[in-house]
């Protein structure tokens, strides 16, 4: 099954036609790159993926359910990272975690065990206790991937996830996206990383309103 397909979808925001015809497949389990220049859409086409946005014309479908008339069904099985942090800053990882998970429906128990598998998960048991604000800008985009991670997504959307990271802290952000792909999550993420791009299975392009498929010599390296 294809975990996204989009077929003739339109989307105008304001004046401006953002996609135009975009057409796109992603099978499930599959690593997917986006790459496009600033202002292109990316940030907007994942939005709209993540049922944020409805599309003008054309259809979504997202793990097999209808973006238009499932999209609640469709949220419950979504991780997303934007590019904004959605952190507590005061708050501790701990308590980040378990704000979210809550926001997931967990309670009691099962709201800290998914909180304690995380943390064991990404070795950050340590850190339960420190504050957001104290940590570094890599720890805390591993933090925003625990958070979105915790409910176990079948989709992860990410929107330039590594940006404004060095190499050892995207590193440790694309071990947890392995862990997350070794439980079968799809991913879909944004990047003006040409290393990132060529190291996914599938990478598309959007230019003037189109996902154009772009020719990869990688082997999937990144995750």
Same mark, same amino acid.
């Given at each position: 099954m294809d975990a996204v397909s989009i077929a003739g979808v339109y989307l105008r925001r304001g004046r401006r036609l953002v996609l135009t015809d975009a057409n796109l497949r992603i099978v499930e389990g599959g690593l997917c790159a986006l790459v496009g220049a600033n202002g292109a859409g990316k940030s907007t086409l994942l939005a709209l993926l993540a049922t944020m946005l409805q599309p003008d014309r054309g259809s979504i479908r997202i793990l097999g359910l209808d973006a238009r008339r499932e999209a609640a069904g469709i949220r419950r099985q979504l991780g997303v990272v934007f590019q904004e942090s959605a952190l507590e800053p005061r708050l501790t990882v701990w308590d980040n975690l378990l704000l979210i998970a809550c926001c997931y429906g967990y309670s009691g128990a099962a709201a800290r065990s998914r909180c304690t598998t995380q943390l064991a998960a990404a070795g950050? *048991?340590? =850190?339960?206790?420190?504050?957001? !604000?104290?940590?570094?800008?890599?720890?805390?985009?591993?933090?925003?991937?625990?958070?979105?991670?915790?409910? *176990?997504? =079948?989709?992860?959307?990410?929107? !330039?996830?590594?940006q404004g990271l060095d190499d050892a802290a995207s590193a440790a952000f694309w071990r947890q996206i392995a862990i997350q792909r070794q439980q079968g999550a799809t991913v879909l993420f944004s990047t003006h990383r040409q290393q990132e791009a060529e190291a996914a299975e599938q990478c598309v392009r959007l230019q003037e309103g189109q996902l154009l498929p772009v020719q990869l010599s990688g082997r999937g390296e990144a995750a």
């Open positions: 950050w *048991e340590s =850190r339960a206790g420190q504050a957001v !604000e104290t940590l570094s800008g890599g720890q805390r985009r591993q933090l925003e991937l625990m958070r979105a991670s915790l409910a *176990e997504p =079948r989709l992860l959307l990410l929107d !330039e996830p590594t």
